[in-house]
């Protein structure tokens, strides 16, 4: 198989969820091939590597085989290999901790006890009384 789009590439390797995101990624500058942004119609072939900008990271993968159709996530490895600098992917985990680590005690949506407090606290047999 000489190669594929770049967009049907992603997809089939399972980068991204549609076709049509792939495509965006492309147009938005954010799949790489050589360090140059590439259109959505680049063709793609067996031992090509591509980056793919997720912020804060930049995935890279090696092209080992080309499929058509999108693959189950096990056969994955047989056609790519993940070859993303472990630099890269500490980034992302040190940015995923402080994320977890930012949240504020109140912020976000109640936790189950929060919401019990809440609706405790705002009985509505106050303001449905029939004492008028």
Request: charged share 25%; hydrophobic share 35%; net charge positive.
């Amino acid at each position: 198989m000489a190669g594929i789009r770049i967009d049907k590439w992603l997809w089939t390797m399972r980068i991204c969820k549609t076709r049509s995101i792939g495509t965006d990624l492309c147009k938005k500058g954010h799949v790489m091939v050589g360090g140059v942004a590439v259109k959505p119609a680049f063709i793609v072939t067996e031992g090509l590597t591509v980056q793919v900008k997720a912020p804060p990271v930049i995935y890279s993968y090696r092209i080992q085989q080309i499929s058509n159709n999108r693959l189950g996530a096990k056969e994955i490895p047989a056609y790519m290999m993940d070859i993303t600098p472990a630099d890269q992917l500490a980034l992302l985990k040190a940015v995923r901790e402080a994320n977890q680590a930012y949240r504020d005690p109140g912020t976000g949506r109640p936790t189950k006890k929060e919401r019990r407090d809440l609706d405790d606290f705002y009985d509505t047999t106050f303001y449905n009384s029939d004492e008028e």
